[in-house]
C-alpha cells in the first residue's frame, strides 16, 4: 500500500509564496506521473501541474509563470512552488501519483488560502 503525505498549505496574502510538498510512502518501487490537482468550493477538481519520471512538465494555463513543480526522486516526493499569488487560486491542493501499470494515489489534501 502507498500513502501519500502533503505539507505547506496555509494562509497568505495576495502576492505572496507558498511551497507544497508530497511524499509517499509504503511499497514504492517506481513512480511515473506525480502532480497537483486543486478543488475550488462548488468546482471540479482541477489539474494544477504534473511532471514526469524523465522530467517533463504540463500546467494548467492559469499558473503558468507562476507556479513550479519539481520532484526529488529519492526522496519520492513532489513539490509545488507557488510564487504571486491571487485569491482565485483558493482551493484544496491534493497530490497525486501515478505507478507503473496504473495504479493512482492521492493525498488527503491540504487547504491553501490567498487573501485579497
Known amino acids: 500500500q502507498v500513502q501519500l503525505t502533503e505539507s505547506g498549505g496555509g494562509l497568505v496574502q495576495a502576492g505572496g509564496s507558498l511551497r507544497l510538498s508530497c511524499a509517499a510512502s509504503g511499497n514504492i518501487f517506481s513512480i511515473d506521473v506525480m502532480g497537483w490537482y486543486r478543488q475550488a468550493p462548488g468546482k471540479q477538481r482541477e489539474l494544477v501541474a504534473e511532471?514526469?519520471?524523465?522530467?517533463?512538465?504540463n500546467s494548467a494555463d492559469s499558473v503558468k509563470g507562476r507556479f513550479t513543480i519539481s520532484r526529488d526522486n529519492a526522496k519520492n516526493t513532489v513539490f509545488l512552488q507557488m510564487n504571486s499569488l491571487k485569491p482565485e487560486d483558493t482551493a484544496v491542493y491534493y497530490c497525486?501519483?501515478?505507478?507503473?501499470?496504473?495504479?493512482?494515489?492521492w493525498g488527503q489534501g491540504t487547504q491553501v488560502t490567498v487573501s485579497s
Open positions: 497525486m501519483m501515478i505507478m507503473p501499470f496504473g495504479p493512482r494515489y
Open positions: 511532471i514526469s519520471s524523465g522530467g517533463s512538465t
